[in-house]
């Protein structure tokens, strides 16, 4: 029997309200380098040849998605499914979706614009066969202080990475995941949620340039990466 080729499918969580970067509008919709952050993010998938599809999860009242998909048509399709949590998104998100049990879904964040078609042609090639998944990531280069227990105290760095996203795992196990997490709210990302199954998933190198854009200083470093000459 041949085997079917398994698809990459990207999923873009976007129904967060940014309450951290306190803006006037959700910060997904904020103006980067002339455009809202969330196209940057969706010509990462558009113009990444080995993407079949790509879904966005907004809130139901979401009224910014139209114009920022409007010449997609075909590639992007918009799920009115947005949950209380990131997590809910997704989740809501994989159950709404057309996907085979082992295609690959790649969970990124509608907040890093700055993710390239490399990064996530990187993010295959080295874990595109992996059972398990994985998931960009950046090795943490500044020492680590915790106040966790009251005081300063220095946690040893090596060994330490700092999770990004796209997160990539077989679609059937990330739904799988999500649905037996025991505890919710212990998951932050969905690689925890795969970890919770004793799964091991495969760390990629990413860049600085797949922030996370949370806080208000977080648009101009956005904004310089986007505009910059330098991949
Ligand atoms: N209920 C939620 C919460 C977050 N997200 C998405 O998950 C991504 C990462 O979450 P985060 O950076 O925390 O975004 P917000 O939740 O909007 O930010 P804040 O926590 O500051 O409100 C974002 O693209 C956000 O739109 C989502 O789809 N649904
Ligand atoms: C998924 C994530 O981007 C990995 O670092 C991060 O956990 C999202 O955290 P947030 O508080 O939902 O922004």
Not at 96 to 113: F, S
Not at 140 to 147: I, L, R
Not at 157 to 184: C, I, K, N, S, V
Not at 197 to 211: A, K, Y
Request: negative net charge; contains cysteine; hydrophobic residues 45%.
């Amino acid at each position: 029997m041949t085997a079917v080729p398994q698809r990459y499918v990207a999923l873009i969580p976007a129904a967060g309200v940014g309450a951290r970067m306190a803006a006037a509008s959700p910060k997904q919709y904020l103006p980067l380098a002339g455009k809202p952050m969330l196209r940057h993010t969706l010509q990462a998938f558009l113009d990444c040849a080995a993407i079949a599809q790509v879904y966005v999860v907004v809130s139901a009242a979401d009224d910014y998605i139209g114009d920022v998909v409007a010449d997609c048509a075909g590639r992007v399709t918009v799920l009115r499914c947005g949950g209380a949590t990131r997590m809910e998104s997704i989740r809501n998100g994989l159950r709404a979706l057309d996907a085979a049990p082992h295609d690959r879904i790649l969970v990124h964040d509608a907040a890093r614009p700055g993710l390239t078609p490399a990064l996530i042609d990187k993010l295959i090639a080295e874990a595109g066969a992996n059972p398990a998944g994985g998931l960009l990531a950046l090795r943490v280069v500044d020492t680590v202080k915790s106040t966790r227990a009251g005081r300063v105290e220095t946690t040893p760095r090596d060994g330490l990475w700092l999770a990004q996203t796209p997160q990539m795992f077989p679609y059937e196990l990330l739904l799988r995941a999500l649905e037996q997490a025991p505890d919710p709210e212990a998951i932050t990302d969905d690689a925890s949620a795969v970890e919770m199954l004793g799964l091991s998933p495969q760390l990629v190198e990413g860049h600085p340039r797949n922030l996370k854009v949370t806080l208000p200083a977080d648009i101009g470093i956005a904004t310089m990466y986007l505009t910059s000459e330098h991949p």
